[in-house]
């Protein structure tokens, strides 16, 4: 018996040990590649030195202080580094200690924002059916999961939601990518006249589509739509790369490929790359202005915001995701393991999509390819293949086709950016034994 709970974590899951690159080694000393660094945490493999030297640094140093009496080198080193990396104008930068603190933040940033304004009538969000953007009250509000929402309801954020932008089972027969792109995203503009636009704070969307639907890239034009819509009605655009951000699509925020900048980005995850429980919120300065000009400051704050540690060692990750070879890296590794999924898949009969961009990559399992049909939920594939995976000696990520009944079970991929070719070989093979 073991005094640990947790939902899925259990004395019966093997007991990881070390690390090795691309490696978690257990405590019988399996081997077990990660393809898909926990939830797309683990960017730089288990056994960097560079990022253990930067946090070993900060521990001899000063382990904490608090943000009340003190700023440290390492949060204002690295709220500049993002800063000067973040897409043009979000170069305000909220630290934090994982994703679902990085919504919270932005929720109430965005809120804040318009009470300071003067328009308290401002409550509500819209967000996208099959999300998830944490589990804290407020960012369960936001995720638009029907069976994650519903056993707390009613809950503390007034969000409705609108369909995702999923090209494999939202567009039509002969739709071009363009006017399916342009259908989808005028949902939110319906929504939004619908709800009376001055009752409403925001949009909250993740660019790429990470556990909930497993690696959805929008088609082209979706969020310049979105963003135009945002627009015309003063609404906020808050895109949450807790998950497709730093560098995992290719680029160190996956919106730069859709051409637009939010008004609010969360990041997490690939921040501290798990060396650190780490995250943070981005607004632009316009924001931040108003909040400035009202109250003074922001009406938020978390005892361990800005920890030197988690500082420290999100530094020297970023350090690493800037250099300008990591993300060309994740590039070309992403394109082979693709090319890779693609040879081994691209035929196989219960296999109906392949998709993704950088080391983002997700298959979509269904029991008939033509008619795109899932596989029964109750049969719970996903975690059949996610076991079978396991016992190969390979952690991928599955989700169900339970989410509101609408898309057949997935697997995520999102490997460590050092992945080599011999371990992209062993990936796609041990994945197809699994499968
Ligand atoms: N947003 C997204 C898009 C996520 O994928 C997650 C975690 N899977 C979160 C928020 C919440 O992050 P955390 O688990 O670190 O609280």
Redesign the pocket.
Known sequence: MSALFHRTCNADLPWADTGDGCYIIDRNGKRYLDACGG???SCLGHSDEEIRDAIRAQLDKLPFAHTGFFTTEAAESLANLLAAHAPDGLDRVYPV???????EAALKLARQYFLERGEPQRTRFIARRQ??????LG?LST?GNAWRREPFAPLMIDTSHIAPCYEYRGREDGESQEAYGQRVADELEAEILRLGPETVIGFVA?PV????LGAVPAVPGYFRRIREICDRYGILLIL?????GMGRTGTLFACEQDGIVPDIA?I??GLGAGYQ?V?AMLCSAAIYAAIEKGTGFFQHGHTYIGHPMAMAAAGAVLTRLTDGQTLPQVIATGERLKAGLQDRFGQHPHIGDIRGKGLFLGLELVRDRDGKTPFDPALKLHKKVKAAAMEAGLMCYPMGGTIDGRQGDHILLAPPFILTEDQIGELVDKLSDAI
């Open positions: 939830a797309a945490v200690s994982g994703g679902s603190e990085a919504v999300s998830y953007h944490g589990n804290t960012a995720g993740e589509v990470g556990a909930t949450d790369e807790v998950m497709c969360t997490a995850k429980p995250g």
